[in-house]
């Protein structure tokens, strides 16, 4: 039987008495910190980082044959190589396709059964919680000769469709318990006040609860989203067709076997990679609030 | 204020446009097939009009000349569409084998020496032998690249596979560095130790040679040992055991492994093709092993002026021993519903005017015998020297055992990362090579049972 979950009501724990200063060393105050102390090793670990990106600009922009270790004189010549002769235009295509619909139904499919999760109790939800953290540890190569017998029946091989619902469903047990964390955070009582003032169990759930999930839509949305326009093995087996094909099989097939343009793998690589950087750029913040509130178990 | 009667359809309006989005989404890219055509299939001779599909094994660099080619047989024949899809080398065989086992397999593809024993035994492949009987292009095409596919297709002398190309070994050498060195051509193994040494300037990032010790090191380091050994036999007079830890290959091995770190960039334990191209295009290195099939790549970094592509170095009794590079080919799979048309393809594409346009594009040598005498070759200049080397009695080839199911197993995920510990001072060229020859001996015994 499907009952409601009481929300959690335990009292707050009364605040710890602060530690006694110990004797010796001061521990200096954060203004008081040398500049340096904070800059040089930030400063190390970002060239450190920013390094191979470099790497990869100056091969994309830089004619090729030259040894310069400055990206100039500048080349588009390689973008349009990719973008056009090798049909980059219409793989990135392909890849926002595979992408937004991963991340629509991803997250719609996550919001009702974490919220399945949060708000009912019922009799296998230990087990169904189990059999989603289980399901992480299933590579997607395992799989795939079974998945693609079963597009085969549907007759949904070569079609962007197979690699969105592989992708939705490879996205789906991180994403559901992600969502669930998020709404047993959200205070019950909440949505009780809104079914008193008559709202329905979906629109308080949409006028109350939603909201207040933003952080955590934009978790799972993005990380659906980057993972499925990341995401290699699904696209290389389920699509056959050059037009259907998405940027990492193109990226890959920029590799022959005995020969490697690395301009146009370069200018492959920027077209691949910054959509997910201007994705990030965007939602970082809310990422960070969204992560660090699911960690805690309302 | 809303009514509930407001609410109501706005919430049924809400309902059916995610259910409406949901299902848009869906049937507009489900547009896709089912995939039939698997290993058992035995597919149809076909009217020989209509559409084939084909893959491409070396997906990407290659695809230009391939759409040329496709259109070019569609304007010869304009009752045949052909679908082209590149796949790039590395996942061709996964994506095959994933095809013979859940369906949606082409009707032409590429199938490559080291290939064909893997798609063979899974009854994938038509045999061809009676079709190139009876085609234009019988007796013109190589014949040893012929008998190596037929050899390499698992054992019974049947050809599944029309070749279209070979590629070789060539040893790339910078002239410009040598001529400062006052060095001579690395036409001699020893020459190659001598330069190598000489043009080492660790110091200085200055090297004389890059090994490749990542991915696609073992052919490397054979072609190194029955290149000094002068073995001229992968197995024994029986047939039962390898040649690989003979003595004098475990000499060449020590010889050269020891190479590592003393005039080669450490970064080497890692190397696969790409990167060891990469870095002997932009860097000073003197030599680097490598085939055919980077040419143009070093011609667009360096230029014609500064470098050369030999064969490899003549061993001890000036004689040259290298081992078999895999011969490239076009195969029709069995499950094809159009075997007429695919077998059309194949004997356009092999005919002279498209492998010589191929091949040119590739830079390897053609297959076709005709076209192996086209201008072009003589302007390349390793495929020139290749093709010579070739022909002309110097070479003597050793042939890989590309027949045995385990060939690549053993060969490449078995014994690269064992290749990296000799590298490494982990192992002994002995011990690596006695492990080796241990499971190719039986790997044969088990294929010798099972042929009867």
Known sequence: MITKEAPAAAPAPAPAAPAPPRPGKK???WDEVPRWQIYLPLGIYLVFTLIPFYWILLFAVRPAGSTSLVPWPMTTDHFEKVWTDRGFGTYFQNSVYVGLATLVMTTLVALA?????????????????????CSQFVPGALLLV?????????????????VIIAETVFQLPLSIILISNFIKNVPYSLEEAAWVDGCGRFRAFRIVVLPLLRPGLIAVGSFAFVHSWNHFLFALMFLNNQHKQTIPVGLNSLMSADSVDLGALAAGGIV???PVVIVFAFIQKWLITGFSAGAVKG | MHSSRDRGTARRRTSAAVALGAVLALTATACGDDGSGAGGDKGAEGSGKGKIVFWDNNGGIRTAVWKEIIADFEKANPDIDVEYVGIAATEYQSKVDTAIQGGGLPDVGGVTASMLAGFSAQGALEPLDDRLDKSALNGKLNKDMVESLKAAGGGDGTLYS????????????RTDLFEKAGLDEPTTWDKFYAAAEKLTDAGKNEFGYTIRGGSGSIAQAFDAMYGQSGITSFWDADKKKTTVNDPKNVAALEKYAALYKKVTPAADVNNDFAKMVAQWDTGTIGMVNHNLGSYQDHVKALGVDKFRGIPQPVGAG???????????????FKSSKNKEAAWKFIEFATSKEQNSEFNESAGQVPSNTEAANDAWIQKAEPTKLAAQALNDGSTTIVQLPYYLPDWNTVSKSESEPAFQKVLLGDMSPKDFLDGLAKKLNEAQAEWSEQMG
């Open chain 1, 146 to 162: 079974p998945l693609f017998e079963i597009f085969a029946g549907l007759q949904m091989i070569n079609s962007l469709g197979s």
């Open chain 1, 27 to 29: 521990r200096p105050a």
């Open chain 2, 162 to 173: 029309v070749p279209t190309s070979a590629n070789n070994g060539v040893l790339y050498y």
């Open chain 1, 113 to 133: 059964g974490g919220y399945a999760l949060a708000r009912f109790d019922f009799k296998i939800k230990r087990g169904f919680m189990l059999a989603l953290l």
């Open chain 2, 318 to 332: 000036g004689k040259r021993v290298q081992v078999s590079n895999p011969v490239d080919g076009l195969g029709v």
């Open chain 1, 272 to 274: 691949a990679a910054v």
